[in-house]
C-alpha cells in the first residue's frame, strides 16, 4: 500500500536524491534550478496522474474555502432521516437528517488544516534535528539517531493515541501530535542527506573559512538537502491525512457534530448495509484525497529526478 | 605486414541525438590500422576519442547515429553486422580494456571464473577453460596464476586488476584491441608496467592496438603513429615521432606546449633576493612558518602517515609526491586541521585577527572543484563570503579578475561553468584573504593538460605576487617539480625523502623516489627515442 510504505522505501529515493541533483548530471543549469523550474513543471503537466489528482486536489481545497460561501449546511436537519440520494440531496441525508453532500465538502476543511499542517510542522522538527545530527555527528549524532530509533520503530497510530490521550484533541494538539510522530522519521532521512553532503569540499572549504556553524547549516547544507526536504513533506503529507481520518475514526480526533469524515464513516457504520451512502461518500472523499496526495508526491519526486 | 589495414575508417560520424537536436561526437574522420600496429587517439575530454574508438565496435549508446563510408575491422564490414553476426565479431575479433578495471570486473566472481567464462564462451570445456584461464594469467604476468585465479577483484591492487582485464580481451585472440585510456587513474610506477606488458603482449600475439588517451608523451612513446583529435575532427595524423617534435596543426601545437615538461624548473622569480643561487632554498622558507614534529595519524588499524617531520618556510612552496595511498591526501588534511592527528604541528607567527574574529591559518584547494563549490551558490556569493570570512581587502571583481574569472561569470552557478573556471574560483577563494598557507591538493589532476597548464601558472602567479606559502600535492613529479622550492616524496605514510627540487631529480637516494624520478623521466625519454628514430 502506498502509504502505509512511507517510511523505508522513500528514505532510500530520497537519499539517492540530492546525491543526483548535485552530482551535475546533465551539462545543462537545468540540475542547479529550484526544485520545480519551468521545465520540470512542463513535465510534470504532461503526467495524466498529476493532473487528475492535481484536480482532485484543487476541488477539496475549493471545497474546504467555499462551503461557507455557497451557502452549505452541514448541520441542518433537512427533515429526512437517511433519504436516497436524490436530486435535492445528491448524497442522501444521514440517521440524523443531515445532508451528506453538505457534511463532506464540509469535512475537506479540517482534512486539509490538520494534516497539511501537521506534516509541516513534522518536516520542520525533522529537518531541523536531522541537520543538526548530521552536521555535529559524534555523540550529538549518536543520540539524536538512537531517539529517533526509538520513535520510528513505534507504530504511529498507538503512538498518536497516547498523545491525544494525554493532549486532548484539540485542533491544535492535533496538529504538534502529527508533527512530532512524523518527525523523527523524516530527521533520519534529512541526517543521511547531510552526510552525503558533508563528504564534498563545499563544507570543508567553509569550515577552513572558520565559517559560522550556523550559516553553514543555514546556507550550505539545507539549499543542498532541499529538494529531500520538500519530497519529505508531500510524502508525509498523505499519511497525515490518512492518520487524522483514523484517529477521528476511532473517536480520538473530532468529537460530534463535526462533519470530519473519520467521524462520519464511524458513526455510520451501523447503516452501511441499508444507506451506504452515508458511509460510501465520506470514504470516498478520504480515498480520493489520500491517493492523489500521494501520487502528486510521487510525480514530484520523480520529475525532480534527471 | 600484410597489405590489408586490420582497421580502415573513411568518413566516420556519429552524432548523439538530443532534444536540443542532433550534437556531433565525430565529424567525418578517416584512419586505418596496419596489423600488428599500435594506432594512438589523444585528445582532450569531449574530444570524440573514445566514441570514435567505440564506433568500430558499433557499441554505442542508443541515441547514437553512425555513419561512415567504409568502416572495416579484419576484413569485416562492421556496418552491415547485426543481431548474431555482430555478437559474433565483437566476441572474435575484439578486445576492449577500459579505464577502470574495479568496474569492469564483476565483484562477486573471483577473476578466475570470469577469465575462464570467456573460454567456456568460446566453446571450451570447464576445464579446458581453467587450463588456459592460468596459462592467460600467467601471459599478463599475474603470479601465481593458480592463486590469483581464486581471488576476487577486490582482493587485487588496481594494477592487477587491469591486468586481469587484458587477459580477458587477448582470451579470445582478437585481431584489434581496443584500450580506452587504460592506466589513467593508475599510478606512474603501475602505468610504466601496464604499457610495457601491452608492448610485449602485442610483440608476442601481433594483434593490432588503438591507444585512447588525453596523455600525447604515453601514447607517443607507445605507439608509431598517432592521431590527434579535437571536437570530432583529426587535425593532425601522424609518425608519433613527427607529432612529437614537428607538430603541424596549431592545436598540436598548444597541446605540446602546455605539457608538464619534467625539466622544466620552477621560474627564478625577480623577487627572490640577490644572491640567492639557483636551489639555495634558505632565501624564500628561511623563516619557518609550520613545523611539524612526528606527525601521525591512523585510519583504524592502518597507519596513513607516520612519524612526519618537515618544515614549511614562509612564502615557500614545498611539494608533495606520492602514490595514491601514500597519504599524501591525508597529509594535507592534517595540516589543514580537518583531521586529528598525534605529533605536533606548531605555526612561526601569530594567529591573525579580523576584528573580534580569529582568521584561519590554512586555506584548501581540492581536487575535486565540482564537490568543491556549493552547486547552489553563484560565484558571486562565494567570493564575497570568502573574503569577509578571510578579512580581504579586495573587491569581489579585483579578485575574480586576479584569478582570470571573467566578470561576466560572476553571477552564474557552479554546474553552468567549465571545470578549469570551477578550480579558479575555488583558487580565488583560498586567496581571497592573506592567509598564511594554501594547501592545493591535487589541483589540477581532473583537469586537462591546456587547462592544467593555466591552472598551474595562475597558482605560482598568485603565490609569486601574495608571498604565501604552499602545501602542493601531487602524484605527478612534473607538476610539482614546476612549481616547488622543495620536494618531499612520501612512500606509504612515510615522508622518505625531502630535498630541492634539483637534487631530487639529480640525486634521488631512496629507492622509491629513484623510481619515481626514472618513470617520469623515461616517459620523455621513449618520446625522443621515438623522435630519432
Not at chain 2, 111 to 126: K, T
Amino acid at each position: 500500500m502506498a502509504v502505509s510504505s512511507f517510511a523505508p522505501t522513500s528514505a532510500e529515493q530520497a537519499i539517492e536524491a540530492p546525491l543526483l541533483g548535485s552530482a551535475g548530471a546533465g551539462p545543462t543549469a537545468a540540475t542547479q534550478a529550484p526544485v520545480l523550474s519551468r521545465a520540470r513543471m512542463r513535465a510534470l503537466v504532461r503526467r495524466p496522474t498529476f493532473v487528475i489528482s492535481a484536480a482532485i486536489l484543487v476541488f477539496w481545497i475549493l471545497a474546504a474555502v467555499l462551503w461557507h460561501v455557497v451557502g452549505l449546511n452541514p448541520y441542518a436537519d433537512t427533515g429526512k432521516l437517511l433519504a436516497d440520494p436524490n436530486w435535492s440531496e445528491p448524497f442522501g441525508t444521514d440517521n440524523l437528517g443531515r445532508s451528506v453532500f453538505a457534511r463532506t465538502l464540509a469535512g475537506a476543511d479540517r482534512a486539509l488544516l490538520i494534516g497539511p499542517l501537521g506534516s509541516i510542522l513534522a518536516t520542520l522538527i525533522g529537518s531541523t534535528l536531522g541537520v543538526i545530527a548530521g552536521y555535529f555527528r559524534g555523540w550529538v549524532d549518536t543520540v539524536l539517531t538512537r531517539i529517533f530509533d526509538v520513535l520510528v520503530v513505534l507504530p504511529p497510530i498507538i503512538f498518536l493515541i497516547v498523545l491525544v490521550t494525554g493532549f486532548g484533541a484539540s485542533t491544535t494538539a492535533l496538529i504538534v501530535d502529527i508533527g512530532v510522530v512524523y518527525a523523527p522519521g523524516i530527521a533520519r532521512i534529512i541526517r543521511a542527506a547531510v552526510l552525503a553532503e558533508m563528504g564534498k569540499g563545499y563544507v570543508a572549504s567553509a569550515k577552513l573559512q572558520r565559517e559560522s556553524r550556523i550559516r553553514i547549516m543555514a546556507l550550505e547544507l539545507v539549499p543542498n538537502v532541499w529538494p529531500t526536504i520538500l519530497i519529505q513533506v508531500t510524502l508525509s503529507l498523505a499519511s497525515a491525512i490518512l492518520m487524522t481520518a483514523t484517529l477521528s475514526f476511532l473517536g480520538l480526533g473530532a468529537q460530534p457534530p463535526s462533519p470530519d469524515w473519520g467521524l462520519q464513516i464511524n458513526s455510520n457504520m451501523l447503516y452501511i448495509e441499508q444507506q451506504w451512502w452515508t458511509v460510501l461518500f465520506p470514504a470516498l472523499a478520504v480515498a480520493s484525497l489520500v491517493v492523489s496526495v500521494q501520487l502528486i508526491a510521487d510525480n514530484v519526486k520523480e520529475a525532480s529526478q534527471p | 605486414m600484410s597489405d590489408e589495414p586490420v582497421v580502415s575508417v573513411r568518413g566516420l560520424r556519429v552524432e548523439y541525438r538530443s532534444r536540443r537536436g542532433p550534437l556531433p561526437a565525430v565529424s567525418g574522420i578517416d584512419f586505418h590500422v596496419a596489423r600488428g600496429e599500435a594506432y594512438g587517439l589523444v585528445g582532450e575530454s569531449g574530444s570524440g576519442k573514445s566514441t570514435a574508438a567505440m564506433a568500430l565496435t558499433r557499441y554505442l549508446p542508443a541515441n547514437a547515429e553512425l555513419s561512415a563510408a567504409e568502416l572495416r575491422v579484419a576484413g569485416i564490414d562492421v556496418l552491415t553486422l547485426s543481431g548474431e553476426r555482430l555478437r559474433q565479431f565483437r566476441g572474435g575479433q575484439l578486445g576492449v580494456v577500459y579505464q577502470e578495471p574495479g568496474l569492469a570486473l564483476n565483484p562477486t566472481m573471483t577473476v578466475g571464473e570470469q577469465v575462464s567464462e570467456v573460454y567456456r564462451l568460446g566453446g571450451a570445456g570447464r576445464k579446458l577453460a581453467d587450463e588456459r584461464t592460468e596459462q592467460a594469467l600467467d601471459r599478463v604476468r599475474l603470479q601465481p596464476a593458480d592463486a590469483i585465479a581464486r581471488r576476487y577483484p577486490h582482493e587485487l591492487s588496481g594494477g592487477q586488476q587491469q591486468r586481469v582485464v587484458i587477459a580477458m580481451a587477448l582470451a579470445v585472440s582478437p585481431a584489434l584491441l581496443i584500450l580506452d585510456e587504460p592506466t589513467t587513474g593508475l599510478d606512474s610506477s603501475v602505468e610504466t608496467e601496464i604499457m610495457a606488458l601491452i608492448d610485449e603482449l602485442r610483440a608476442e600475439l601481433g594483434f593490432a592496438a588503438i591507444l585512447i588517451s588525453h596523455n600525447l608523451p604515453l601514447i607517443a612513446a607507445h605507439c608509431r603513429r598517432i592521431g590527434v583529435l579535437r571536437d570530432g575532427v583529426l587535425v593532425e595524423e601522424g609518425l608519433s615521432a613527427d607529432v612529437l617534435t614537428r607538430p603541424t596543426h596549431e592545436y598540436t601545437k598548444t597541446l605540446i606546449a602546455a605539457l608538464p615538461d619534467i625539466t622544466a624548473k620552477r621560474p627564478q622569480s625577480a623577487a627572490a633576493p640577490a644572491g640567492a643561487a639557483a636551489g639555495d632554498t634558505e632565501a624564500v622558507g628561511a623563516q619557518p612558518l609550520v613545523t611539524l614534529a612526528s606527525v601521525g595519524k591512523n585510519y583504524h588499524h592502518k597507519q596513513a602517515l607516520r612519524d612526519v617531520s618537515f618544515t614549511i618556510g614562509r612564502g615557500e612552496v614545498l611539494g608533495i609526491v606520492g602514490e595514491s595511498g601514500s597519504g599524501k591526501t591525508t597529509l594535507g588534511r592534517t595540516i589543514a586541521g580537518l583531521v586529528s592527528h598525534h605529533g605536533e604541528i606548531s605555526w612561526g607567527i601569530e594567529r591573525r585577527r579580523h576584528g573580534r574574529r580569529e582568521l584561519p591559518q590554512v586555506q584548501v584547494v581540492f581536487q575535486n572543484a565540482d564537490l568543491s563549490l556549493n552547486p547552489r551558490r553563484t560565484v558571486r556569493q562565494v567570493l564575497r563570503r570568502s573574503i569577509e570570512l578571510l578579512g580581504g581587502e579586495q573587491t569581489v571583481e579585483q579578485l575574480a579578475d586576479s584569478a582570470g574569472i571573467d566578470a561576466e561569470l560572476l553571477d552564474k552557478l557552479p554546474a553552468q561553468l567549465s571545470g578549469g573556471q570551477k578550480q579558479r574560483v575555488a583558487i580565488a577563494r583560498a586567496f581571497a584573504g592573506q592567509v598564511p598557507l594554501v594547501v592545493c591538493d591535487e589541483p589540477t589532476s581532473a583537469l586537462d593538460v591546456s587547462i592544467q597548464a593555466r591552472i598551474l601558472r595562475l597558482l605560482a602567479d598568485l603565490q609569486e605576487r601574495t608571498g604565501v606559502s604552499c602545501l602542493f600535492i601531487s602524484h605527478d613529479l612534473a607538476v610539482v617539480r614546476q612549481i616547488s622550492h622543495r620536494i618531499g616524496v612520501l612512500y606509504d605514510g612515510e615522508l622518505v625523502e625531502l630535498k630541492s627540487s634539483d637534487e631530487i631529480f639529480e640525486a634521488p637516494e631512496h629507492p622509491y623516489t629513484r623510481q619515481l624520478v626514472q618513470s617520469a623521466m623515461s616517459l620523455r625519454q621513449a618520446g625522443q627515442r621515438s623522435a630519432v628514430a
